[in-house]
């Protein structure tokens, strides 16, 4: 049985396009008054793939101007969420999971901190963990917690939406993951267990 619970917040906890308004308003309309030097295409793509990617990633994809990035990462890094979001219907089966649980996202720490106090759910996590993917990644958030909270990794599971990266870096750890892939967006991808939905979360921890 797993008793410890590993878990990504960004369309994992809650899906960003139901909360689209509130968490993307500001950084379009930000992007819309700068020069991106690409065509329109092109710039609705990046904003769509916002919504389930990191910024960094869709602006070195897109290859955004350097200022325009540095501009942007400015404004990221000092906001925070001050309005309400609402957590996926699936989030009772994580709030239900018997055992030690801890967010493991990445981004930018008062964005993402804000986040999880807009949800309503700080109270069910014993640690929310922020990476700076600028300079780590999960692979090593999780070897850190492991270490810092003397963990057993046959009693972890890693749950995400990203097959590249908690999912990835779980399996590479040895540790077992459950992708939720609601949209079939890694048909291929490589987890020891996956679903659509969480309803079957209890039953891939044992519990």
């Given amino acids: 049985m797993k008793q410890v619970f590993f878990i990504d917040l960004d369309n994992t906890i809650y899906f960003t396009k139901p909360n689209k308004e509130v968490l993307m ?3 379009y309309d930000l992007l819309d ?21 990191p910024f960094l990633k869709v602006a070195e994809k897109y290859h955004f101007p350097k200022d325009v990035v540095d501009h942007t990462v400015e404004y990221l890094a000092n906001r925070e969420v001050l ?9 009772p089966y994580i709030k239900s999971l018997q055992g030690r649980k801890f967010i493991v996202t990445a981004g930018f720490p008062k964005q993402q901190k804000s986040k999880v106090i807009m949800l309503g759910i700080a109270d069910d996590f014993e640690e929310v963990h922020v ?4 300079v ?20 972890i599971l890693i749950i ?4 590249d ?4 870096f779980g399996l590479e750890l040895g540790i077992e993951t459950f992708l939720l892939d609601p949209d079939n967006l890694h048909p291929n991808a490589k987890s020891t267990f996956k679903g ?5 979360l209890h039953q891939a921890a044992g519990q």
């Fill in 165 to 168: 990266s908690e999912i990835k």
């Fill in 25 to 27: 308003t500001g950084l």
């Fill in 160 to 163: 995400g939406d990203d097959a």
């Fill in 131 to 134: 990476v700076d993917v600028s």
């Fill in 83 to 91: 309005k309400p979001l609402q957590p996926s219907d699936d989030y």
């Fill in 196 to 200: 659509k939905d969480l309803s079957k």
């Fill in 136 to 155: 780590s990644n999960k692979k090593q958030a999780f070897i850190n917690l492991i270490e810092k909270h003397n963990l057993n990794k046959n009693e």
């Fill in 33 to 53: 008054q700068q020069n991106l030097k690409i065509d329109q295409a092109d710039y609705q793509a990046a904003k769509d793939e916002m919504l389930r990617t």
